[in-house]
């Protein structure tokens, strides 16, 4: 992604605290805001391992430089061929903890995942929901009419 598009979401989330930068991360509609949203949570996770505390965690400083480019080419009229630039980035993210921690104005629920047999298991559950003592739900016996325009709509042109 190019370096001059991510640098947009990099300095929204800049001096914030980690619950807000995530808050705000999440709820740009911006394409870079997944990648820098996966690269704080990865230093979150860091810190937690040199047993810093999530809630008094600030993003210090977040730079986005350049990184390679890749080279492409587009065919244009008469044989020609015009030059694309594949740009990529690089962000460092420098988090730091402060001394007096705010209040988080935000609540980040994180989705919890489900493997697949307690989906199943789950499915098989409100099937049987479905059938009230072992009975199937009544269907109405009388069938409604049809309406001219129903019936307008539903037949093939020919």
């Not at 400083?61 to 080279?71: A, E, F, H, L």
């Amino acid at each position: 992604m190019a370096p001059r598009k991510v640098r947009l979401i990099a300095n929204i989330i800049k001096g914030l605290s980690v619950n807000e930068a995530e808050a705000q991360l999440m709820v740009n509609p911006q394409k870079a805001g997944g990648p820098i949203l996966k690269l704080l949570r990865s230093a979150v996770a860091n810190g937690k391992q040199k047993e810093l505390k999530p809630e008094n965690l600030i993003v210090k400083d977040i730079k986005v430089d350049q990184g390679p480019v890749s080279k492409r080419h587009m065919p244009r009229a008469q044989g020609r061929a015009t030059l694309i630039l594949k740009r990529s980035s690089h962000i460092t993210l420098i988090l730091a903890e402060s001394q007096n921690p705010k209040i988080s104005r935000f609540k980040i629920i994180k989705p919890q995942r489900v493997s697949k047999r307690v989906k199943a298991g789950m499915a098989s559950k409100e099937a049987g929901m479905e059938k009230i003592g072992g009975k199937e739900p009544a269907k109405p016996a009388i069938k409604e009419k049809e309406g001219f325009m129903k019936k307008m709509f539903r037949r093939k042109v020919v």
